[in-house]
């Protein structure tokens, strides 16, 4: 019975010794160990992955971050920024997000923590999920619409967000810039010159993809304008508008000067003050939109 009695009295001193060690208070400047996180603080459970942002990128309502807390896994986790600019997050209540940068984010929650929570926290801080900043793509599109913009997005993403262009689309993509447009902007379209003009086979060829675009941007791309070749060339008909196109230009899309056409009896029909007025013209001059080149026969 020795030995059974002086085994129940060692188990019983063991439990009991464990026992306050657990319910033992933190020593003083020693991280506070983790409680569990009440429902409404709980972060969010979707499951994207972060993408870094660009540095200058402001957080806003409806963001998705996600906080690493390195050593404590409960307090790490995903957390939308709600309306109010803010989101909850243990012992900190609620922790201002909204107009700041991701690394003012974990510099503002270091310092919280560490006032009296962890000692020296080491804070991580990502976009999981971007809501707050979006781009107006209208036109000549597939899908015109606003959409959401994704970190370090360029002019290229938010063409190919919309769908690509369509076959009706000019040679250009404008982008008009928040603060310089209302709203989705397409009002403004005509009203000012564009902030930038990107010219479409830039886009379409990848050479414009280091043109940014930022929250608010209106990226418009006008229906192309058209130019009208007739008369004595191999192909008759309407063609897109370009920039600096001469006479010579068109006449070459129209497949150039049939044989009985002349090099120097060229025409340019032209709305001036509202009428339509028909003046000579050489192969070197500059067309506008809507001119009408009629290539006439030579003289017998």
């Known amino acids: 019975m020795a030995p059974l009695l002086l085994a129940c009295l060692l188990v019983f001193g063991t439990t009991q010794a464990s026992a306050q060690a657990m319910t033992a208070p933190a020593a003083a400047g020693a991280p506070i160990q983790s409680a569990p996180v009440p429902a409404a603080l709980q972060p969010t459970t979707e499951t994207a992955v972060p993408t870094p942002a660009a540095p200058d990128y402001l957080v806003g309502p409806q963001d998705v971050l996600t906080i690493i807390v390195y050593g404590e896994a409960l307090l790490s986790g995903k957390f939308r920024v709600d309306s109010d600019g803010s989101f909850p997050y243990q012992y900190l209540d609620r922790v201002k997000a909204e107009g700041l940068t991701v690394a003012a984010i974990e510099a503002t929650m270091e310092k ?6 962890l000692r020296n926290p080491q804070i991580s801080v990502e ?11 209208q036109g000549q599109v597939r899908s015109p619409g606003k959409y959401p913009l994704p970190a370090n997005a360029s002019l290229m993403d938010a063409i190919f967000l ?3 262009t369509l076959a009706e689309a000019g040679n250009w993509v404008e982008i008009y810039r928040q603060g310089m447009a209302p709203g989705p902007n397409t009002a403004a379209v005509g009203v ?3 902030d930038i003009r990107v010219r479409l086979t830039d886009v379409q060829s990848g ?22 070749v007739t008369g ?32 120097s009896r060229i025409s340019i029909t032209r709305l001036v003050n509202g009428q339509r007025r028909e003046v000579d013209a050489k192969q070197e001059d500059l067309l506008k939109p809507g001119d009408q080149v009629t290539v006439k026969p030579r003289r017998l």
């Open 112 to 117: 919280a923590l560490g006032d009296g929570y």
């Open 192 to 194: 000012r010159a564009p």
């Open 207 to 228: 050479k414009a993809q280091s043109v940014g675009i930022k929250d608010g941007d209106t990226i418009f791309v006008p229906k192309a304008e058209r130019i009208y």
């Open 232 to 263: 004595q060339v191999r192909n008759p008909g309407a063609y897109a508008y370009d920039d600096e196109m001469t006479i010579f230009t068109a006449i070459s899309l129209a497949g150039g000067i049939t044989e009985k056409g002349s090099n």
């Open 162 to 164: 919309a769908g690509s």
């Open 127 to 137: 976009v999981a999920e971007y809501r707050s900043q979006n781009v107006y793509v």
